[in-house]
């Protein structure tokens, strides 16, 4: 007998899409079937399946002189990592944006215990947004309210189609809301772009910018907002397409920008951000106008969000001070501690290093004590000393997390992890009190 779990929130990207129907045996050990989701988040909870034929880590693993792995117990790699919190002089933790906040939280109970550098996905995606909005604010709004009254859409530096799949069916371009009863048809989409991309595809109009160029149109864009004259070309947009673009803009009862890493990585980066936020306040001006960032992994949102909760800073926070929490990006961050070699030990969890950061700041983590706390096994698993793998939130485990609009969203489990895994909470639980005893605190 199967049993059906509905409205489960999807664990994969920082749309949250929470209208996903599992089908699980009736012992929940094993998924049969997954609904409603994309590709990338069905396999998120069919790659658990028996019928995937999936090979799982269930158990701790510890490097060997030799570079193989040898199994060892929860105990163990609980030991290794307290002890390694306690010896290090500065140790870098980061990653958390594929955990729940409840365990973030613990985490940097365990962080700030140890003096350790905290810092999250954001220092290599979307940290010159945080800047940004440190700097001169955000008029935003929720994916809800794009549904229901968004009529005039932009998507500058952000590809959908592919990076957040469903979210230009669930919000942005073809639902039907509640001012929106047309849906695409009743929706101008302006996509922005250096390349053409599949979002464009679905776009009624695509302005593609020379790379790099984007703060200059978005210039270009504010100056001929005000009616003010521009050159005959910005960026390689002619001067009528960027007039003509802004008027549709102007026309509209509610609009949104979204803006991705083709914003935050390109030449001008938090001060691209800046100027696309004062545009949108311009547009206030006109109409109702929002700006909403592209996050990517399903709670890199919420790890910023809990960080600032506890600490005033949403990344690259120094707590080795033990006193008070440090904020300085460029220094603090984790990219720049692994390249200048300022940290001696790393913990990776719910994130991926070796696949994303310069091979400098690699190659300095594989030669310095290091854990991940993954599920999966990753590139980063591969350079560790010790891979402790935990329970899959929001499969396994219930949680928290924050999507994309910082909208906070209980996360379902829909089956019970192998026996005897621990899940992050767990683990980071017993990891504090382990380290507690090793400092002589209670």
């Known amino acids: 007998m199967a049993k059906v779990v509905t409205d489960v929130v999807c664990p994969f990207c920082g749309t949250l899409c929470d209208d996903l129907v599992i089908t699980v045996t009736d012992d929940e050990t094993d998924i049969i079937d997954c609904q409603n989701a994309c590709a990338i988040g069905a396999e998120k909870f069919l790659h658990l399946s028996k019928a995937a034929g999936h ?112 979210h230009m069916s669930r919000y942005s371009i073809f639902p039907r809301g509640f001012f929106t009863t047309k849906g695409h048809k009743g929706r101008k989409i302006i996509c922005v772009d250096c390349r053409y991309t599949d979002t464009a595809k679905c776009a009624d109009e695509f302005i593609q910018v020379e790379q790099g160029y984007d703060y200059e149109l978005l210039d270009a864009f504010r100056t001929a907002l005000r009616g003010e004259p521009i050159p005959d070309v910005v960026g390689g947009v002619p001067k009528e397409r960027i007039i003509s673009a802004v008027e549709t803009l102007k026309e509209g009862r509610f609009g949104v920008i979204f803006f991705g890493m083709g914003m935050t990585h390109t030449l001008g980066r938090n001060h691209n951000i800046d100027i696309a936020i004062n545009f949108t306040r311009d547009m206030n001006d006109y109409t109702k106008f929002a700006i909403v960032a592209m996050r990517g992994h399903w709670n890199v949102t919420g790890s910023g969000q809990v960080l600032s909760w506890q600490y005033g800073f949403p990344y690259c926070v120094d707590l080795t001070r033990r006193t008070h929490a440090r904020y300085q990006p460029g220094d603090t961050s984790s990219v720049d501690l692994l390249r200048r070699k300022e940290v001696d030990a790393c913990i990776c969890i719910a994130s991926d290093i070796g696949a994303h950061f310069p091979i400098e700041a690699t190659r300095h983590m594989a030669q310095i004590p290091s854990v991940c706390i993954d599920p999966h096994i990753n590139l980063t698993t591969e350079i560790s000393d010790v891979h402790i793998p935990v329970a899959l939130v929001g499969v396994e485990v219930e949680g928290c997390a924050y999507r994309m609009d910082n909208v906070p969203m209980a996360c379902r489990k829909v089956i019970n992890p192998p026996e005897g895994m621990l899940t992050d909470e767990e683990l980071l639980e017993k990891i504090y009190v382990r380290l507690c005893e090793i400092m002589g605190d209670s």
């Open 55 to 166: 090979h799982r880590v269930t158990r701790p693993r510890k490097r060997q002189p030799d570079g193989t792995y040898k199994e060892i117990t929860y105990d163990e790699a609980i030991e290794y990592t307290a002890q390694m919190l306690a010896r290090s002089k500065k140790t870098l933790w980061y990653g958390w944006a594929s955990t729940s906040c409840e365990a973030m939280s613990i985490g940097h109970k365990v962080a700030e215990k140890a003096g350790t550098m905290v810092d999250n996905c954001a220092t290599v995606c979307h940290g010159s947004s945080l800047l940004a909005i440190q700097d001169v604010g955000v008029p935003s709004c929720t994916l809800g309210e794009v549904k229901n009254r968004a009529d005039r859409v932009v998507f500058w530096g952000c590809n959908p189609a592919h990076a957040h799949p469903r």
